[in-house]
Each structure stands twice: as structure tokens, then as C-alpha cells.
């Protein structure tokens, strides 16, 4: 999309909160879906039990990513100091191997690479739970220029999308079907992963909010000496939601 060889693109929160600042016609018109898919995936037999256990502990993670956003964002809240952890930073897959190989205690992960996990070390392994951990917001996106070329259908595909989370929501287990004769997965994980999706076309308030705190969280890893960010609200297109339901647009402008 950056590179005008597509006209729409869907990617997560921080993949849009990483290209604002170097791509100032960038516009969002919406989030499509807000899942609830990390999570740190813990050994039993390591004694962590809580949050606070994770004191001295061997964490994985995958750098510049939602992943290490949110551990860092869940230590700060729960008052632990990255001085009070180990971080091993890895890709997700050698991160699996490696927790799975019992050389880290924990990991921080996305789906599905959890389920995966979770499948091969079996009642060893477990997430932890009751921690505020952020949530993935799925958004839509395009080009300024894009947009207007092609407003009818861009119209037309938000409106088709608009039905489709109606469809989904009042029909989830010919959706669950529908899905599995589309993409290359099982019906287990497809039955597992369903709940922690909300299928719901809007922009909320706390995306924004969401988006403005991991572009600070991304400024201070890249340079400590940027100290502003642009004004995000400069980077929505409302038009295409208005034109499907005001009421689905929440954010305060």
C-alpha cells in the first residue's frame, strides 16, 4: 500500500503507529476487529504463578513488535523493572523452540503461535491471565490520494465489510465454516481462537488512545530525543464510516 501497489491494507495498531511519522498521507478508516490474542505463555514447573513471579526470570519476546510493547507496558503497571527480569529477545519461532526446550521460562506471544505451543508442551505449559494486557486492534487503511481516486469503491468495500461483521456476529458457525474452507487452519483452533476476536467495524476511542501510546513507546526505543508525535487525528479518514453509521465512530474530535 505504502508503495501505491495495492489501494487498501489491513495490518495491526503498531504497524500503522510505526508509519505515520514517515508517511503523512497515510489514512485509517477504521478497526475491523479487536483481539485479545497475546499472551505470556508460562512453564509449570518454573513456580510462576503470578505476575510478580516473573522476578528474575528468563522472558522471550520478539523486538519492535505489539509483543514487546505489551511486556513492556504490563512490568511497567505491575511496578517491575526490566533490570528485575532477563529479556531474550528471538524470533517467534526459535522463541517457541527455545520455551519448549525448558531454556526460557516464559514467553510473550501472539496467536497462533500460543495454540501452537500450547499443543506440543501440553499440561506443562498455561497463560497467565487476569493482567491487562493490550489488546490487537486490526486496522483498515490507504492512501490519500488512493482514496479519493476510487471514493465510490472504497465506499462500497466499507459498506461490504459492514455486513460482513453483521453476517459473522448473527451467524458464527457457518462463519467458522466459511473460514476454514478459506485459509489453510483447523477447526480446533479456529473454535479455540473465535472468543478472543470481537468482530465490530468501528473507530473507538481507545484506539486512538492505544495508537498514540505505542508511537511514544516506538519514538523513545528508536531516539530518546523525540519528544513529539504528530497530530494523529490528521491521519483518519471518518468520511467512509459516516457513510456506513455515525454511531460507529467514537472517537472524540
Known amino acids: 500500500m505504502i ?65 514487546e510493547y505489551a511486556l513492556e507496558t504490563v512490568l511497567y503497571f505491575n511496578q517491575i523493572s526490566l533490570k528485575n527480569v532477563k529479556i531474550v529477545n528471538d524470533i517467534p519461532s526459535k522463541l517457541n523452540e527455545r520455551f519448549i526446550s525448558g531454556e526460557l521460562d516464559a514467553i510473550l506471544m501472539w496467536e497462533p503461535n500460543i495454540y501452537r505451543t500450547l499443543s506440543k508442551i501440553g499440561d506443562n505449559g498455561f497463560i497467565l491471565n487476569d493482567i491487562n494486557m493490550p489488546l490487537i486492534y486490526q486496522t483498515l487503511s490507504g492512501k490519500k490520494a488512493n482514496l479519493e481516486e476510487k ?15 453483521k453476517f ?38 481507545n484506539f486512538l488512545i492505544l495508537l498514540e501510546n505505542q508511537l511514544k513507546w516506538s519514538n523513545l526505543k528508536k531516539n530518546p530525543s523525540i519528544k513529539k508525535i504528530p497530530h494523529l487525528l490528521n491521519y483518519f479518514d471518518f468520511s467512509f464510516l459516516e457513510s456506513v453509521d455515525r454511531k460507529k465512530i467514537m472517537i472524540i474530535r
Open 168 to 205: 459473522l456476529n448473527s451467524n458464527p458457525e457457518q462463519s467458522k465454516l466459511i473460514i476454514k474452507s478459506r485459509i489453510s487452519s483447523t477447526s480446533e483452533y479456529i473454535e479455540y481462537v473465535w472468543s478472543k476476536h470481537q468482530f465490530n467495524l468501528s473507530l473507538p476511542q
Open 3 to 67: 508503495n501505491n501497489k495495492i489501494d487498501l491494507g489491513l495490518s495491526a495498531v503498531f504497524v500503522i503507529g510505526n508509519k505515520v511519522s514517515e508517511n503523512p498521507d497515510l489514512r485509517i478508516l477504521g478497526v475491523l476487529t479487536v483481539s485479545d490474542i497475546q499472551a505470556f505463555l508460562l512453564r509449570k514447573e518454573k513456580n510462576i504463578r503470578t505476575i510478580n513471579d516473573l522476578k528474575g526470570k528468563k522472558i522471550g519476546v520478539t523486538p519492535n513488535t505489539s509483543a
Open 151 to 165: 471514493k465510490e469503491a472504497v465506499e462500497r468495500f466499507v459498506k461490504a465489510l459492514d455486513q460482513a461483521e
